[in-house]
């Protein structure tokens, strides 16, 4: 029987999605869990796999076109099957049939970028196929590893991530070839005087990707219908220096950054202020018993996506930076998987690193609340009546007035300022 390949829903946002290439040819020899065509959604870029196997016979979007969710892109079957009523619908007539799979090679895979991770127990295959989820996937070839040769110890031996982090920690040498992402040339910080006066058009238009078209939107329902409010507080980072000084001397691989320790202390804080994590329903607000923080980053293509460290709360902060790195590097590349990039109850947008001292950030619907941290940076104090240098941040809480008062947003403010100026509080 025919299998059909079909535009998924990546997300709850995703309308529709384009084809950005296809993985195979028509003709190909295709076996179930194979990755048939890459696809951009509104979030990432991700390839879909075949649901059996068969031939590929006919291809029914191109490459660079974008197609609603549920479109048929493309038909799986057997040599011979006619597959002439599943096309009709897209004006192709029904191809002619291909040769037989055992006369139609597969193309081979590209060879490995790094030195595979030679594992001593390797996943069962079944009819050819390892199993290994897609993520175990998705990380094994990041970090260069092959995935038939990494043990699982999931059911019936499916890899999961955990075995490829494992596989990769016995690796290094590998996974740093795997993995590394090239450093890009610096910036000059005074850029040359064009010689002459540019030539060409005066100006030109680029489409919206499918990101920029939901954020356009989604930006739209926020500020529009939302009733933001703002409170901003400045917090001693002093202390919380010490612990990131102190932990990465400790553990030098750790590499803990302050956005690490606010992350740990952000839900630290929702635990005391439950009613920040919530969300507004239309007619309820729903409380949420699960602290899972997304946190903003900006894609190398342009654009934002929150990747969310569930359970934030129950993780230690070892844990939550490593977590953030990995999900923020491949958020980055647009690699993460839908599960990776929703259902967040509260966000964190950083621009400190970027010099910025203080802004009010967006919220994201259907969440409460958003928090803006700006730079840790050197300035003067007042303590105790003299003026002396001192280390600090200035936080800035977006509210939906809908969920969140300003009290209530003020006292969240005030527990995550004495955590973060005392943080021994994130040892318990």
């Known amino acids: 029987m025919a299998v059909k390949v079909m535009m998924p829903k990546g997300s709850d946002t995703m309308t529709e999605g384009k084809v950005l290439k296809w993985l195979k040819e028509e003709g190909d020899a295709i076996s179930s869990g194979d990755s048939v065509v890459e696809i951009e ?6 390839e879909v796999e075949a649901m ?3 031939i590929l016979r006919k291809i029914l979007v191109e490459a660079g076109k974008v197609v609603p969710v549920g479109e048929l892109l493309a038909v799986i079957g057997k040599a011979d099957e006619d597959i002439g009523a599943l096309v009709k619908g897209n004006g192709a007539a029904a191809p002619a049939p291909h040769p037989p799979a055992a006369t139609t090679p597969a193309k081979a895979a590209p060879a490995s970028a ?14 050819g196929r390892v199993l290994a989820s897609p993520l175990a996937k998705r990380m094994a070839k990041d970090m260069g590893l092959e995935i038939a040769e990494i043990s699982g110890s999931g059911p019936n031996g499916r890899i999961i991530r955990q075995d490829v982090e494992r596989t990769a920690a016995q690796a290094p040498a590998s996974r740093a070839a795997g993995g590394a992402t090239p450093l890009r040339a610096p910036v000059p910080l005074l850029p040359r005087r064009p010689a002459a006066v540019p030539t060409g058009p005066e ?7 499918s990101m920029r078209k939901v954020i356009a939107t989604r930006l739209v329902q926020s500020k529009a219908p939302v009733p933001h409010f703002y409170l901003t507080i400045e917090v001693n980072m002093q202390r919380a220096k010490e612990l990131r000084e102190s932990a990465n001397l400790l553990n030098p691989e750790l590499k803990l950054s302050y956005n690490d320790i606010l992350m740990k202390a952000c839900a ?8 920040v994590n919530s969300s507004f329903q239309g007619e309820s607000i729903r409380h949420h018993n699960r602290v899972h923080l997304g946190m903003a980053v900006a894609t190398d293509g342009g654009g934002l996506i929150t990747p969310v460290v569930r359970n934030a709360d129950t993780k230690s902060l070892e844990e939550i930076s ?3 790195k990995e999900l923020a590097a491949r958020a980055r590349t647009r690699k993460l998987l839908p599960e990776e990039y929703t259902g967040a109850t509260f966000s964190i947008s ?8 203080e802004f009010a950030a967006v ?3 259907p969440e409460g609340a958003i928090l803006a941290v700006g730079a840790v940076a050197e300035k003067a104090v007042v303590v105790d009546g003299r003026v002396q240098a001192g280390l600090t941040c200035r936080l800035t809480l977006s509210c939906d007035h809908r969920v969140v008062d300003g009290a209530t947003g003020a006292k969240f403010l005030q527990s995550l300022k004495q955590i973060l100026e005392n943080p021994v509080y994130l040892a318990f």
């Open 41 to 46: 959604t509104d979030k990432v870029d991700m």
């Open 52 to 54: 059996g196997g068969g």
């Open 114 to 127: 790094a030195p595979a991770a030679v594992a001593t127990a390797p996943a069962p295959a079944v009819g």
């Open 203 to 209: 100006f030109s238009d680029e489409p919206l990707s």
């Open 268 to 275: 630290a804080a929702l635990r005391q202020n439950p009613e």
């Open 322 to 324: 490593r977590e953030s």
């Open 350 to 357: 950083n621009l400190g690193m970027m010099g910025i001292d």
């Open 363 to 365: 919220i994201n619907p």
